[in-house]
């Protein structure tokens, strides 16, 4: 993608969303709390290994001390003991496998925001793509008619040199084609602003050399289109959006029998080994390898911790639980319902565009060819230069109707179709 920036490619829709996939910095943040969540899960599966710890210490004392004759001496003495132990959960009220449980859950929900994420970033990358086509083409269009009274310039110039026009004609003219001149700044900077915020989505350090491809709509013809119930009843199979929202349900749901679990007790297996070396000084002792091996100990024990009274702690948190998932519940029928105002918005403004394409359409075909009719007669000299203007300005106005109605067509039916879960192309 680097190499299509580089060398001036044009790049298409695909292209643009493919990058701003992958460099986009809200993208990337999503990734990064789906590996957090991975992880999460990762610690809460391991709690189910037996812990093993390692201990070792050195004690050096000094001064009087209380001897074995029960008399005070003295004496410096120095001790060295080494410890291995181990603990395992043997039941825990359910708790680990509901926290893992709890991890997966919340890992489904990181993963489909993080689809989500990307959702709205295909949709706000197409609706930029389709501001630059519809920009392109005003500035083709303004280029045009720029092009028109420029010519028009010269011809009334040698009509004034012949004594037909007067110089209120030239000057009437010379305004028109400035007027086109300006038109032709105001969509080049329309243009720019356009490519400026597609190349901020996608990251880009700069929109020098970056453009797109231009598709072939000149042929597109109206589909038709499936209604909002059929299309929110797909959407419901497919968007991250409410896949999302489930999976915090469910979590909230297990939440429950976490809390749930506090109230049982819990038993733990413990063991370990030990041994120690001690010296006085003054006095024989043993080697090092003897103490070590006539001090080493082994201990295995259970620990059972039975909940009576928690200060209501565990009953408000299992409260607390409950009303967490009522209220995911609720957060999941709202998202359902803004989705399906979503597809019904989406709906009519598709049929509303379908409707004004083919109206622009025809408007802008006739108002062509008013405006080729009185250019001939301006021409001519069988129309004056206001006569000429307004049906410029009408086919002007026209014409950008037109545009923009083809392409919120085109955005909008690609829109619905997105929401059945297919990928938005031109």
């Known amino acids: 993608m680097a190499m299509i920036l580089a060398c001036g490619t044009p790049w298409s829709l695909s292209d643009c969303i493919d990058y701003a996939l992958e460099h986009n910095i809200t993208v990337k943040q999503s990734k990064i709390s789906v ?18 710890s390692a201990g070792a210490s050195q004690n050096f004392s000094f001064g009087r001390g209380l001897t074995a004759d029960n008399t005070y001496a003295n004496t410096n003495t120095t001790s060295t003991s080494f410890s291995l132990g181990g603990e395992m959960p043997v039941f825990q009220g359910l708790q680990l496998v509901n926290n893992v449980k709890l991890s997966r859950l ?19 990358v197409a609706r930029a793509y389709m501001e630059i086509l519809y920009d392109t083409e005003m500035l083709s269009v303004a280029k045009s008619q720029q092009e028109v009274d420029s010519i028009l310039v010269e011809r009334i110039k040698h009509v004034r040199e012949s004594g037909k026009a007067s110089e209120a004609d030239v000057a009437a003219q010379e305004a028109t084609y400035a007027q086109s001149c300006l038109n032709v700044v105001q969509a080049q900077n329309n243009l720019r602003l356009s490519v400026l915020e597609l190349s901020q989505l996608l990251e880009l350090d700069s929109p020098e050399n970056f453009s797109i491809e231009t598709p072939d709509v000149e042929g597109m013809e109206i589909t038709v289109l499936k209604n909002p119930e059929q299309i929110y009843a797909a959407a419901l199979e ?72 928690s200060r209501m702690s565990n009953a408000n948190s299992l409260k607390a639980a409950k009303l967490n998932y009522s209220n995911q519940q609720l957060q999941l029928e709202s998202v359902k319902k803004e989705l399906y105002k979503e597809i019904q918005q989406a709906y009519y403004n598709a049929v509303a565009s379908q409707s004004k394409f083919i109206s622009s359409g025809k408007a802008a075909e006739s108002s062509y060819k008013s405006f080729e009719l009185t250019k001939e007669k301006y021409a001519a000299g069988k129309a ?10 009408k086919n002007i106005e026209a014409a950008s109707n037109f545009i923009q109605a083809r392409y919120e067509c085109l955005f909008q039916t690609r829109l619905l179709l997105f929401y059945e879960g297919e990928e938005i192309i031109l």
Do not use: C, W
């Open 106 to 124: 919340d890992l489904e929900a990181a993963t489909k925001d993080l689809e989500k994420t990307r959702d709205d970033i295909r949709i706000a």
């Open 384 to 393: 004056n230069i206001t006569e000429y203007n307004q049906a410029k300005d």
């Open 238 to 309: 497919v968007k991250p959006a409410i896949k999302a929202e489930e999976a915090r349900v469910a979590y909230a749901e297990r939440n429950i029998a976490v809390a749930k679990g506090a109230f049982s007790p819990t038993l733990s297996l413990s063991g370990g080994i030990g041994t120690n070396y001690y010296t006085t000084n003054g006095l024989p002792s043993p080697t090092f390898s003897e103490q070590l091996k006539n001090n080493f100990s082994q201990y295995v024990g259970l620990s059972l911790n039975i909940p009576i009274f």
């Open 35 to 52: 590996e957090q969540k991975e992880i999460a899960l990762n610690t809460a599966k391991n709690r189910f290994l037996p812990g093993v």
